[in-house]
């Protein structure tokens, strides 16, 4: 009996530690878009940051109670060390830093329409 009750709570914490692994991940996917509001972004981190080490030290809690997580006995202490890294990751706050490098193309229409009217005032100044 007592045997079935621990392979019940194994699977139901492979579950649960499954859900806070793609929890976790999905925030920190989003954090772009999280980063428009500063309160929001804050929540953000922090869910982000509390889901990531209650996720590891499940984790890590799992593989030393005997689980095989996702089929496989020795994913769970990387798994627990990659969600460690994103938790201390998530305080870093984001705003106002361009990731991607490049210009939105909002910005690129606005630059064109720019130029076509100094080209437009330059031209008219001649005549």
């Not at 990387?78 to 106002?96: C, D, E, N, T, V």
């Amino acid at each position: 009996m007592l045997f079935a009750s621990v392979v019940v709570n194994l699977e139901l914490a492979e579950t649960l530690l499954g859900y806070g692994c793609g929890t976790a991940l999905f925030i920190w996917m989003s954090i772009g878009t999280l980063a428009r509001s500063e309160k929001v972004e804050r929540i953000g981190h922090d869910a982000m940051t509390i889901i990531s080490f209650l996720t590891a030290i499940g984790l890590f809690w799992f593989h030393y109670a005997g689980g095989a997580f996702w089929g496989s006995e020795m994913l769970a202490r990387p798994l627990a060390l990659l969600l460690i890294i994103f938790g201390i990751a998530s305080r870093f706050p984001i705003k106002g830093v361009e990731i991607q490098g490049e210009p939105n193309p909002h910005q690129i229409m606005k630059l064109r329409r720019a130029e076509q009217e100094a080209e437009a005032v330059a031209s008219n100044s001649e005549e």
